[in-house]
């Protein structure tokens, strides 16, 4: 059997809208760093590039895209990161990760559409890169309301959240860590401190590859 490397960890967050994904993901980066942990924070979509740059002009009601489409745009989003994702985590960089093919499939199955049901979402992002751990924040439509008005942005509306947050649940995997995230902000974080300590030093040993989705 080949000897694997060290490599750095794949930790994705997920959950719900104004769950503290973004909050957490920069704080977590900051501790890995100063831990001496080269980390990076990475988000999906990636709206630098030229298929990012439709999804933002869609996501923004700039633009209206077939539903279909879209979904393959958020999924092909990944793919064309997917090099530069597995090169990372081979030099030993961890990637803390805001969103990925979790929020594709829930997204665009909670709009519970002839034809895209969770299966057909679930297909084009099928051998992509798994990730070691995914930090679910978990918090109600209600818990998340109080946090103050959404954005301007498609989706972010109350309706639509429940129906992604119920798709959220019914992809809930091995590699899910779920987390109260009504908790305080630093009472979360230490908890993603330890967790995420714990996924780093197992991709150090070596022992464990990176595996592929939906596997
Ligand atoms: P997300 O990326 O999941 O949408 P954010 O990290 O952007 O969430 O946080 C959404 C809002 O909620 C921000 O105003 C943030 O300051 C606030 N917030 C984040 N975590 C908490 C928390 N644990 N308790 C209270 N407010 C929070
Ligand atoms: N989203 C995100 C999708 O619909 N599909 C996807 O594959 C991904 C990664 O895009 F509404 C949605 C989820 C959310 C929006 O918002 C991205 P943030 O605030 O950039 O996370
Ligand atoms: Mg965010």
Redesign the pocket.
């Known amino acids: 059997m080949a000897q694997q490397q060290a490599r750095g960890a794949f930790i994705v967050f997920e959950g719900a809208?104004r769950a503290g994904?973004?909050t957490q993901c920069q704080m977590l980066v900051e501790h890995l760093q100063a831990q001496g942990v080269a980390a990076e924070l990475w988000?999906?979509?990636d709206r630098t590039t030229p298929i990012g740059k439709m999804i933002n002009s869609y996501?923004t009601s700039q633009s209206d895209i077939d539903d279909a489409a879209v979904h393959l745009l958020?999924?092909a989003n990944r793919w064309e990161k997917r090099e530069e994702l597995l090169r990372k985590l081979h030099e030993g960089t961890t990637l803390v990760v805001?969103?990925?093919?979790y929020?594709?499939v829930a997204?665009?199955a909670a709009k519970g559409l002839p034809g895209l049901d969770r299966a057909w979402c679930m297909a084009p992002d099928a051998g992509l890169p798994a990730p070691d751990a995914v930090f679910f924040l978990c918090l109600t439509v209600e818990q998340a309301a109080a946090r103050g008005g959404y954005g301007e942005?498609?989706?972010?509306k109350d309706e639509f959240q429940r129906k992604v947050l119920d798709q959220f649940h019914a992809m809930r995997g091995s590699s899910w860590r779920v987390v109260d995230a009504s908790q305080s902000i630093d009472a979360i974080q230490q908890q993603l401190r330890e967790q995420a300590a714990a996924v780093v030093a197992r991709c150090q040993r070596g022992t464990s590859p990176v595996g592929k989705l939906w596997e």
């Not at 805001?98 to 093919?101: G, I, K, M, V």
């Not at 942005?153 to 972010?156: A, L, S």
Request: no cysteine; glycine share 4%.
């Open positions: 809208d994904k973004s988000r999906f979509p996501l958020f999924s805001d969103r990925y093919a929020s594709g997204f665009t942005e498609r989706y972010e």
